[in-house]
Nanobody
Framework: QVQLVESGGGLVQAGGSLRLSCAAS????????MGWFRQAPGKEREFVAT????????YYADSVKGRFTISRDNAKNTVYLQMNSLKPEDTAAYYC??????????????????WGWGQGTQVTVSS
């Protein structure tokens, strides 16, 4: 199994930027695709972005496309989420998770296809 720990959240004004990190430990020799999800109070956990093992495939939710960038450094066992032009509606707890491989189609947005969830990092965007 792989263990995931998110960091980098905080309080930022609208229009600002944050970079989240997701550090993996454990069975990191296995090639995983990775995803970022977020959950606001009282709402379902929703898909944000995903990246393949080699980083050559990425996919974003429409709500963050053009503002967020997912990347990874496999030598450091870390996945990143660069968030620019933040909006108050981006306020949520952000979680990373692993998938066995790159997922095709709409299934890549399904949280039930991911596992190894971290504890989350809170992002709060003030207006």
């Amino acid at each position: 199994q792989v263990q995931l720990v998110e960091s980098g959240g905080g309080l930022v004004q609208a229009g600002g930027s944050l970079r989240l990190s997701c550090a993996a430990s454990g069975r990191t020799s296995i090639t995983y695709a990775m995803g970022w999800f977020r959950q606001a109070p009282g709402k379902e956990r929703e898909f944000v972005a995903t990246i393949s093992w080699r980083g050559n495939n990425t996919y974003y939710a429409d709500s963050v496309k053009g503002r967020f960038t997912i990347s990874r450094d496999n030598a450091k066992n870390t996945v990143y989420l660069q968030m620019n032009s933040l909006k108050p509606e981006d306020t949520a707890a952000y979680y990373c998770a692993a998938a066995r491989s790159w997922i095709d189609g709409t299934a890549r947005q399904d949280k039930y296809n991911y596992w190894g969830w971290g504890q989350g990092t809170q992002v709060t965007v003030s207006s």
